[in-house]
């Protein structure tokens, strides 16, 4: 309310708090937040805040209403949407009285699909159609506590997803204050990506626990390891590895993440994020496993069986494991990369391929058309550039595709999580 306000526009807060509304109309702010009491009393005195129970003046007089309530977790982990669906009911039995359209913006954390169904309810109790008399905006609040004004007024991006581009453009204007990104995204995305935030500031914060606690035990100061790793943004603090796909592999991460665990177990220190990396990577592989079979066919083209593009190194390759489990199910299997030649395997890259796949040479094509003119379906590890045409030219041929290679949604492809 304060910071919107403090931006030009007039602010009607509704609550049922009859003390929440009293020290609003007094100039008090409710909550105690770096700067928001002196916000809230100079938005007062200029006439730009007020606050009521009466939810059909606050939307009679106004063309937003955001929808800021709680959500609360169930006994089983789910939120309690019945604020949100109850504050859905208010606007739609108040919208019956008004003619000029209005956008809802949604700032609660909500699971996907709650868009649809607060349309739906509006839709109910107003009589009014969604996108011509109103329209509902997913709109996530990214503010921490303690830090609340600073962070309004400095978001990394500001998130909208609607289907309508009225809305869009209104709320957008809304925002002009911020120098950083709006971004109009699909309104699922806009509603899981809190989920996706909060998860992963769990996580580092879990990580970062357990490295502290293996370093204490091994006399290391945990906060000048720490402090080292996030001065790496090329790789550690970036956007590296965070494509959702296949397993990862090589001769490095698996086998200094079981160095950090065995560090762990050495010191009799519980590591349970650690551990369960390994387990969620084997998974990975299994999805892909699982999914192959699933359509029951017998040939089977693998197009990159090293463990990352650019490379000839097979050494605790995911793919290669998944060739090794399919031709041990009798599949007949039709490899190509272009970066493995058998007969330059040398050393332990040769031993671990001759351990895995001991007749790689019998499988191993020329061409990638090749590949696909042998096979039923073809399974996309590295990011090969004429997939695209392929998908076109072979359209009873399915491709499976691990590396994100297109972004197409075709009759005959499908991605490993999209």
């Known amino acids: 309310m304060g910071c919107l306000a403090q931006e030009g526009n007039h602010i009607i807060g509704v609550d049922k708090n009859l003390n929440k509304i009293n020290l609003i109309n007094n100039g008090k702010a409710t909550i105690i937040e770096k700067d928001i009491d002196r916000i809230i009393d100079e938005q007062r005195k200029l006439g730009r805040i007020e606050a009521t129970d009466n939810s059909l003046y606050a939307i009679i007089n106004s063309s937003i209403s955001i929808i800021a309530v709680g959500t609360p977790s169930s006994k089983q982990g789910h939120l309690d949407l019945s604020f949100i669906f109850n504050v859905a009911e208010e606007i739609g039995v108040s919208l019956r009285q008004k003619e000029e359209f209005h956008i809802i913006s949604i700032r609660s954390t909500v699971f996907p699909g709650t868009n649809e169904k607060v349309s739906s309810i509006i839709e109910q109790f107003s009589g009014r159609k969604k996108n011509i008399n109103f329209a509902v905006v997913s709109n996530p609040e990214f503010l921490r506590e303690g830090s609340s004004v ?12 609607s289907d309508n581009e009225i809305a869009v453009s209104v709320m957008t204007d809304l925002y002009r204050f911020t120098k950083k990104p709006i971004l109009k995204v699909d ?53 590296c590895y965070f494509k959702p796909g296949f397993a990862y592999g090589g001769s490095c991460l698996p086998k200094d993440l079981k160095g950090m665990v065995a560090f762990a177990h050495d010191k009799y220190i519980k590591s349970p994020v650690l551990e369960s990396i390994e387990l969620s990577n084997s998974n990975q592989k299994q999805i892909a496993i699982d999914k192959i079979l699933s359509y029951n066919k017998k040939n089977i083209g693998i197009l990159g069986l090293s463990f990352k593009e650019g490379t000839d190194d097979l050494r605790y390759s995911p793919i290669v494991e998944v060739a090794e489990r399919l031709a041990g199910k009798g599949y007949n299997l039709f490899i190509y990369d272009h970066n493995v030649s058998i007969s330059k395997l040398t050393a332990t890259n040769l031993e671990y391929i001759e351990h895995h796949i ?40 399915i491709f499976f595709d691990l590396a994100r290679v297109i972004e197409d949604q075709l009759p005959n492809y499908e991605g490993i999580c999209w």
């Open 150 to 161: 600073e962070d309004f007024y400095n978001p990394s991006i500001t998130v909208l997803g």
């Open 358 to 397: 001991p007749h790689l040479s019998n499988l191993m094509l020329n061409t990638i058309e090749e590949v696909v003119q042998k096979s039923e379906i073809v399974v996309i590890s590295h990011q090969f550039k004429n997939i695209r045409e392929l998908l076109d030219k072979y359209p009873g041929k």
């Open 187 to 239: 309104i699922r995305v806009a509603e899981i990506i809190k989920y996706v935030n909060n998860s992963y500031h769990a996580l580092k914060i879990c990580f970062a626990n357990e490295i502290g606690n293996i370093c204490k035990a091994m006399e290391i100061d945990s906060h000048e390891v720490m402090d080292l790793f996030v001065m790496d943004k090329q790789l550690n603090i970036s956007s």
